[in-house]
């Protein structure tokens, strides 16, 4: 009922910057807590950023000052405007959306996950 669709990643030197998106449809009634989570190979997924319905933002320590997540409520999307990447920003960056849908009258939460996006930074 409801796809997520991410788009961005690709290779960038270090220092360099990377734009990521992700737009969620489908029969959505709002959309909650949105954001970005990464995963390294050998490592467990961990929280980037995320970003309320009310615009209350939260980062990981390793990308504050550097990264910024950001949402278009009116077109289900939040963005990721990643800024002095660094190696150790390479990993699989996933889409994270927490949003209210109706099922036979209920309104509901479920979460949903993009198919992720590769972000690989050179050194």
């Known amino acids: 009922q409801v796809h997520v669709a991410e788009s961005g990643g690709g290779l960038v030197q270090t220092g360099g910057s990377l734009r990521l998106s992700c737009a969620a449809s489908?029969?959505?009634?709002?959309?909650?807590?949105m954001g970005w989570y990464r995963q390294a190979p050998g490592k467990e997924r961990e929280l980037v950023a995320t970003?309320?319905?009310?615009?209350?933002?939260n980062y990981a320590d390793s990308v504050k000052d550097r990264f910024t997540i950001s949402r278009d409520n009116a077109q289900n999307t939040v963005y990721l405007q990643m800024n002095s990447l660094k190696p150790e920003d390479t990993a699989v960056y996933y889409c994270?959306?927490?949003?209210?849908?109706?099922?036979?009258?209920?309104?509901?939460?479920?979460?949903?996950w993009g198919q992720g996006t590769q972000v690989t930074v050179s050194s």
């Open positions: 994270y959306c927490n949003v209210d849908v109706y099922r036979f009258a209920l309104r509901s939460s479920y979460n949903y």
């Open positions: 489908g029969s959505i009634f709002s959309t909650n807590v």
């Open positions: 970003i309320t319905g009310a615009g209350i933002t």
